[in-house]
């Protein structure tokens, strides 16, 4: 019990740690060859700040623990959305300027709404997990074509004055980009075995488990990433971050996640999760577009709702575990 204590503790810290150096060592590298800023945050910082659940998935699939891993993907869309934009918007309230990101909100919806209908019949197959990467496949060919001749979002100009705050010779950066890929596989594999010894010694499902624990410890680069933006007025990087990593998790994750490993979805996914993932991305949507002339933003009183959101999901999932143990 000790023990599975501690390497779940030491896999969260060590993860954070590394996804941050990853980022920061991928950012930088991508700056130094030349990436345009808007590519480097739409891709190379949305695959940094998803590379915890990745990883983390697609281990867990391998182990043939299909509740961790897709628990983890929406566990982490669903806190991405309601607590660390929650968060974010009452430090600072959140105000949408970058054109980009306003037709990422549309696209996340669809794509949200895309994944309902394929896993409506309980089942993740290989068909539906090439759909979603072959689906990831255009949406980042889009994504490299908007970043690519879009010289003046607001999203870019963040980036870059993000990025040259981090600036560091070449091969430094490279280091740590290999160091923290390699950490985060590491940190990953403790992780993951941490959550399972523990779910199993305390008779909580692998859904759960990937729901709360390890969902929420994937997410911290977000977290962190996001409030600090917030913080400093970058209103666009800290929605970026949560707009961009849903993206991977719901396509690249889930794909990866079934196609190496199929699996049954259990019921609760479908009527409980992903309900409160959609609704959540639907909200999102509503709140951050703008419509009729009015700014897309959350606003602390959208920020506590989205936090009052999270807290009675949790509350629900911890009901759901009490009510198993008893």
Same mark, same amino acid.
């Given at each position: $019990?000790?023990?599975?204590?501690?390497?779940?503790?030491?896999?969260?810290?060590?993860?954070?740690?590394?996804?941050?150096?990853?980022?920061?060592?991928?950012?930088v590298?991508?700056?130094?060859?030349?990436?345009?800023?808007?590519?480097?945050?739409?891709?190379?910082?949305?695959f940094?700040?998803?590379?915890?659940?990745?990883?983390?998935?697609?281990?867990a699939? *391998?182990?043939?623990?299909?509740?961790?891993?897709?628990?983890?993907?929406?566990? /982490?869309?669903?806190?991405n959305i309601?607590?660390?934009?929650?968060?974010s918007?009452? *430090?600072?309230?959140?105000?949408?300027?970058?054109?980009?990101?306003?037709?990422?909100?549309?696209?996340?919806?669809?794509?949200?709404?895309?994944?309902?209908?394929?896993?409506?019949?309980?089942?993740? /197959? =290989?068909?539906?997990?090439?759909?979603?990467?072959?689906?990831?496949?255009?949406?980042? !060919?889009?994504?490299?074509?908007?970043?690519? %001749?879009?010289?003046?979002? %607001?999203?870019?100009?963040?980036?870059?004055?993000?990025?040259?705050?981090?600036?560091?010779?070449?091969?430094?950066? @490279?280091?740590?980009?290999?160091?923290?890929?390699?950490?985060?596989?590491v940190?990953?594999?403790?992780?993951?075995?941490?959550?399972?010894?523990?779910?199993?010694?305390?008779?909580?499902?692998?859904l759960?488990?990937?729901?709360?624990?390890? !969902?929420?410890g %994937? /997410?911290?680069?977000?977290?962190?990433?996001?409030?600090?933006a !917030? =913080?400093?007025?970058?209103?666009?990087?800290?929605?970026?971050?949560?707009?961009?990593?849903?993206?991977?998790?719901?396509?690249? @994750?889930?794909g990866?996640?079934?196609?190496?490993?199929?699996?049954?979805?259990?019921?609760?996914?479908?009527?409980?999760?992903?309900?409160? $993932?959609?609704?959540?991305?639907?909200?999102?949507?509503?709140?951050?577009?703008?419509?009729?002339? =009015?700014?897309g933003?959350?606003?602390?009183?959208?920020?506590?709702a989205?936090l009052l959101?999270? *807290?009675?999901?949790t509350?629900?999932?911890?009901?759901?575990?009490?009510?198993?143990?008893?």
């Amino acid at each position: $019990m000790l023990t599975a204590i501690l390497a779940l503790i030491t896999g969260l810290l060590l993860l954070v740690w590394s996804a941050d150096r990853f980022v920061e060592g991928s950012a930088v590298t991508a700056r130094h060859f030349g990436m345009p800023p808007l590519l480097i945050g739409m891709v190379i910082v949305g695959f940094g700040t998803s590379a915890p659940e990745m990883i983390v998935s697609a281990l867990a699939s *391998i182990d043939g623990k299909g509740g961790i891993a897709i628990g983890n993907a929406y566990g /982490s869309n669903i806190c991405n959305i309601a607590l660390i934009l929650g968060a974010s918007a009452l *430090i600072n309230p959140i105000m949408v300027h970058s054109t980009v990101l306003r037709r990422e909100l549309p696209v996340l919806t669809l794509v949200t709404i895309l994944t309902v209908v394929l896993l409506a019949d309980l089942d993740l /197959s =290989r068909l539906d997990a090439v759909i979603l990467l072959l689906l990831f496949g255009g949406l980042m !060919a889009w994504t490299i074509v908007q970043g690519m %001749t879009r010289k003046s979002d %607001t999203l870019a100009k963040e980036v870059e004055s993000e990025t040259a705050e981090r600036e560091m010779p070449i091969k430094r950066a @490279v280091f740590w980009l290999v160091t923290g890929l390699l950490l985060l596989i590491v940190s990953s594999r403790i992780l993951v075995w941490g959550a399972v010894e523990i779910a199993q010694i305390f008779g909580v499902s692998d859904l759960i488990t990937g729901l709360t624990i390890v !969902a929420v410890g %994937t /997410s911290l680069p977000e977290l962190a990433s996001s409030i600090i933006a !917030a =913080r400093k007025g970058e209103h666009d990087i800290a929605l970026g971050n949560v707009l961009g990593s849903n993206l991977f998790n719901t396509l690249a @994750v889930v794909g990866i996640a079934g196609l190496i490993h199929p699996f049954a979805v259990e019921p609760e996914t479908l009527s409980r999760d992903m309900v409160v $993932m959609g609704a959540l991305t639907i909200s999102l949507f509503l709140i951050g577009y703008g419509f009729r002339g =009015r700014q897309g933003r959350i606003n602390r009183c959208e920020g506590t709702a989205l936090l009052l959101v999270y *807290i009675a999901y949790t509350a629900w999932l911890i009901s759901t575990v009490l009510k198993v143990s008893t």
